[in-house]
């Protein structure tokens, strides 16, 4: 699992004025939360922009006055206006105590209902799960190698160790093969052809059938 390492400065001022003057340095207040202590520290947007501007989970190791912290994001509030980073808050990692992290979802595999021209449609990009340090994961894996046209593979059936909980809905759809246009009218076509014939058939029989009750009445 990658971790990013984050050079931190320890602050001992808080509150809306000390942090103000802290952005107007182009600093980031930061708060890591966990374990015997609480850290005030601060940080800038060149530290932290691969742990946040990423899709991918990743780990932080926070350098606040000599000591190193494992950490994960907890929080990060973006100023509404200009999408700054303006405020951090992380969860330090301690061994045995587990954490909540959304961990994002990876296919393997090819999916025959893409081969016959359906379209893979992901719908949830990533996964709640629930585990201890130790055991965290960086993705969670979707086999789709046996998704097939309208089909769909949810929560549940991901690739999940025992050591892992996963917290998010287990039939939620994770990704589905949507079948193309052209398909769809084709098979609208052939089952207008089978009801079509059905009826005919149908038809026929209840002819048949008339007939023979007429030969019944003659005789």
Known sequence: METVHVK???????G????????SQGKIPAVLYGGADTHIFSTTHNEVKKLIY????????LEIDGASHKAIVKEVQFHPVTDAIVHIDFIKLQEGVPV???????????????????????SMRKVKIKAAPENLVDELIADISEVVLGASIRVKDLEVDDSIQVLSPSNTPVASVNVPRALKSLEEEEAEEAAEATAAEGGEDAAGEEGAVAGDAKE
């Open 54 to 61: 990423t899709p991918n989970f990743k780990l932080a190791e």
């Open 16 to 23: 809306k004025k000390a942090n103000k003057a802290l952005r």
């Open 8 to 14: 931190a400065d320890k602050r001992s001022d808080t």
């Open 100 to 122: 909540k992290v959304n961990v994002p979802v990876r296919f393997k595999g090819t999916s025959p209902g893409v081969r016959e021209g359906g379209t893979l449609i992901q």
